[in-house]
């Protein structure tokens, strides 16, 4: 007989993924060799999964959601793994770069800082490092936040990016994060993106005053089956929002921000001229 290994998925969220795998793969009646198959590895690979002996990745994860059919379920395995992976994030944050994977139009609007996803590693540290110094994370969870953000700006280049639209508050440019050659380095970074064909960047300036649509950060993003999902955060909680009555508002917003901001070339004009003040 089988020696069966009895789990506990409250030892730890590893622990809590391998023990689903195993309740959802004996709920079909199917083999550990049997879904093996269907993702790709060894029946032994499920076996150390299912027993936390070994760690999922991301394309894992995402195999085993084809073969369960939960792709794009709240059951999904890939939501498991970010929420998993990513434990330190803001929640909801880990289910929204899933659809931002996807998306073929983002926008983004940003007051203070540079949007993450146009951050130079060096100026995504030093954003890392502050929030070290005040206490509200710990070395691993900058170095995690830092390692996901790339990540994330790497899942951009593609054979078709998506259309990236941008509109940074000025202030994002005048904070000076990391020191002048940290900045130098992100301004020049700031006009090499505005070069790009899928990218279109814009300056709202201090002079729209109370036009401004938004007080705190928005990111729009439009699936390739043109639904759109809205996400905000405060400074404790983030929130995905696939619900038309609200999105569709902050879609009009965004619109109308637009056309209240500089343009492109007077955008990077700007950029460039704040790039050569700094050292």
């Not at 590895?41 to 073969?67: M, Q, Y």
């Not at 999904?76 to 929420?83: D, Q």
């Not at 401004?212 to 404790?236: C, I």
């Not at 999105?247 to 700007?270: D, F, I, K, N, R």
Request: glycine letters at 6%; a neutral charge.
């Amino acid at each position: 007989m089988v020696n069966i290994k009895e789990l506990n998925p409250d030892a730890s969220p590893q622990a809590a993924y391998g023990a689903r795998l195993r309740r959802m793969r004996e709920a079909r009646g199917w083999i550990q060799d049997h879904i093996a198959t269907m993702v790709g590895c060894t029946g032994r690979h499920i076996s150390a999964i299912e027993t936390g002996r070994k760690s999922a990745t991301l394309p894992f994860s995402r195999r085993l959601d084809v073969a369960l059919e939960l792709v794009g379920t709240p059951e999904s395995f890939e939501r498991e793994w970010r929420e998993m992976r990513h434990g330190s994030l803001l929640e909801g944050f880990p289910e929204y770069v899933g659809y931002e994977a996807r998306a073929v139009e983002i926008r983004l609007f940003r007051i203070g800082l540079i949007p993450g996803l146009m951050q130079t590693s060096e100026y995504a540290r030093a954003v890392a490092e502050g929030e070290l110094q005040r206490g509200s994370i710990t070395p691993e969870q900058a170095d995690e936040r830092v390692s996901f953000l790339l990540e994330r700006q790497a899942a951009l280049v593609r054979p078709r990016p998506p259309m990236v639209f941008v509109v940074m508050d000025e202030s994002c440019l005048l904070q000076a994060v990391g020191g002048p050659k940290v900045m130098h380095a992100q301004l020049e970074r700031l006009e090499k993106l505005a070069a790009l064909p899928n990218w279109i960047i814009h300056v709202s300036p201090f002079a729209i005053g109370a036009r401004r649509a938004f007080d705190m950060p928005v990111n729009l993003l439009t699936l390739p089956d043109r639904s759109v999902v809205g996400y905000a955060e405060s400074q404790l909680q983030g929130y995905v929002d696939r619900e038309p009555s609200t999105v569709v508002p902050m879609l009009t917003a965004y619109h109308q921000l637009q056309a209240e901001t500089m343009s492109q070339a007077a955008s990077v004009a700007m950029i460039s001229q704040l790039r050569k003040g700094t050292p």
